[in-house]
């Protein structure tokens, strides 16, 4: 079965989060992604631990599970690119691509003719993505950072945390969704490429604007108000009570988005007088006086056991759920229904496969089904230099000798 970007090719330059997890939704959209990194050293990423992968003798590989995360199904190839055969060799391989995607530095690639004016000019239908921090323009371009800076200055640290503590979330959320900006951006000019222009473009993403515009309502709340949202904890953005509670052994998280909801909630906790409270008789009043309603909730839930509670909420129809940590997620029985763990053959674990999360969409016509475990560093190099570019193996043997790959 053809995938939906089976006949796409990507040149994938970028390292660390952001980029190549975009990079790798479009492999696992079919597309063939050949990642690019520098002979020896490789992607940062590759040493970012703990954990890596464990060989035959228990001891650790290279490949580290921030690697392994954001690196399924490509072809790894090595070069050099501070030298001149090494660019020409991207030059060439970027002629025949439909899609580069790099994270370098605003201007480093300029330096080396690898730039998206000078690689237009070799393939004018090459649609290149910058990823970046701060984005190709403003007076913040040259600067590098890493997503805690952007969770802090976009705003969603703010927003974050305890009302004494702003907090950054726990996984890096300014990387992925900022790959998930880029993906949405590519694929859109990839359908104006063959719908209407027929020709290429630049694409900037920036870490700092895909925070901002992430969040949401709560940047549209300050927009239209002028007041700046407020810190609250666990306490959720729809309707009164969304919080965590304690029970009697363990925290829940409870969401009564509607009033139909808050009177079921209010029949299952045994106080159906707080449904005709006045003080309680809009999700707004509800929000307004969530000072006294925890007043009235929590002694109610703290007396509870946390599966006795949740099964009556079901039962109920009323929003709630158990805080699982990532053990509990992945022992889910509806997790386990989704497919949402996956594995890939690999030649270099002591169990011969790497657990992997899934992509997270579901197609009728054209799933998701097959994985390729992240390439090992360089693994690809040969086969793609002569499966693409017609080299033999006295050249790349040539290129091997002077370090160009």
């Known amino acids: 079965m053809n995938k939906p970007l089976s006949n ?33 050293v490789g992607d940062d990423s590759r040493r970012f631990g703990p954990s ?69 000019l070799v ?24 997503d805690a800076v952007f969770q ?24 992925i969704l900022s790959g998930q900006f880029a993906v949405s951006a590519i694929l859109t000019a990839l359908f104006h490429r063959e719908m209407h222009s027929g020709q290429g473009q630049h694409i900037d993403v920036s870490l700092l604007d895909s925070v901002i515009a992430s969040l949401s309502h709560y940047a549209s709340h300050y927009l239209v108000s002028g007041e700046v949202p407020l810190r609250r904890g666990t306490e959720g953005n729809g309707g009164m009570p969304a919080r965590l509670y304690r029970c009697a052994d363990l925290d829940i998280m409870i969401s ?28 707004l009043l509800r929000g307004v006086n969530r000072q006294r309603l925890a007043e009235v909730m929590e002694p109610l839930i703290a007396t509870r056991n946390s599966v006795e509670l949740l099964r009556a909420l079901e039962q109920a129809t009323v929003p709630a759920g158990p805080v699982n940590d990532l053990a509990q997620v992945f022992s889910d029985p509806h997790v386990k229904s989704r497919g949402m763990e996956v594995t890939a053959e690999s030649t270099i674990s002591a169990t011969k496969f790497v657990r992997m999360v899934a992509h997270p969409v579901k197609y009728s016509a054209t799933p998701v089904e097959r994985y390729t475990a992240p390439p090992t560093l360089g693994q690809h190099t040969r086969e793609v230099l002569r499966d693409m570019l017609g080299m033999d193996n006295d050249e790349i043997d040539r290129l091997a000798a002077a370090s160009v790959i």
């Open 152 to 175: 802090a200055m976009g705003g969603l640290m703010s927003v974050t945390g305890m009302p004494d503590s702003p907090m950054k979330t726990g996984p890096s959320l300014a990387d």
């Open 8 to 40: 796409i090719r990507v040149l994938d330059l970028s390292r660390i989060l952001a980029a190549p997890w975009a990079a790798q939704t479009l492999g696992d959209l079919g597309a063939e992604v050949i990642k690019i990194e520098r002979p020896v």
């Open 123 to 146: 393939n004018p239908r090459l649609i290149y993505c910058s990823v970046t921090g701060f984005g190709q323009t403003g007076p913040y371009a040259p600067r590098p950072g890493y």
């Open 52 to 120: 890596f992968l464990k060989d035959e003798q228990g001891r650790d590989t290279t490949e580290s599970a921030f690697y392994i995360s954001a690196n399924r199904n490509k072809k790894s190839m090595t070069i050099d690119l501070s030298c001149a055969e090494g660019q020409n060799i991207v030059c060439r391989l970027a002629a025949v691509s439909d899609v580069l995607i790099e994270n370098y530095k605003v201007g480093d690639l300029k330096r080396y003719g690898l730039d998206y004016e000078s690689l237009r």
């Open 256 to 283: 009564a988005g509607n009033n139909d909801q808050f009177a079921r909630l209010c029949q299952v906790l045994g106080c159906p007088s707080a449904i005709g409270d006045p003080d309680f008789s809009t999700s």
